[in-house]
């Protein structure tokens, strides 16, 4: 469980790198990074508890190894971005993985792991769901606001 944890989030990691390392204008490298700022102690505190859950079955070199895996992969996706944007021209490329970045992290935000999720099992609860929509709202606006 632990590695494809590992796995699913370092090819959102590596992905959100190489948008904002294809970026060229400062507004969308400064809301690139702002929200990979903005989540990724959420994606690092995940994959560490699901880590430590499994400490059990996995030494700790393995545990450090699934941990720095995840940790590079941002840097990597930037120098990726960076040297693609040197030597390719194609103008769909930023947008491209941009797209997937975005992709990945609305997958993994809400759609990963929905039939265990509380909001689906305690469908009733009108607190958890107006947090939900509330967060949607707020990513919608800051979407539409840039």
């Known amino acids: 469980m632990a590695t494809m944890a590992t796995i699913m989030l370092s090819i959102h ?19 690139i990074f702002l929200a990979i700022i903005a989540h990724k102690w959420a994606a690092s505190f995940a994959l560490a508890i699901n880590i430590n859950i499994n400490k059990t079955c996995m030494n700790f070199i393995s545990r450090f190894m699934l941990f ?26 930023e947008p491209t993985f941009t797209a997937i970045a975005a992709g990945t992290f609305i ?9 265990r999720s ?3 099992k305690d469908c009733c609860n009108t607190k958890q769901y107006s947090f939900v929509i509330i967060g949607f709202t707020i990513m919608a606006i800051v979407a539409i606001w840039t």
């Open 107 to 115: 997958y993994m935000g809400t759609l990963h792991g929905l039939d």
């Open 68 to 93: 720095t895996i995840f940790v590079i992969m941002t840097p990597l996706g930037i120098v990726f971005g960076q040297a693609a944007q040197n030597y390719v021209t194609n103008p769909y490329v």
């Open 118 to 120: 509380v909001l689906v």
């Open 13 to 31: 990691s590596f992905f959100e790198g190489a948008a904002l390392g294809l970026s060229e204008e400062l507004s969308v490298v400064l809301v």
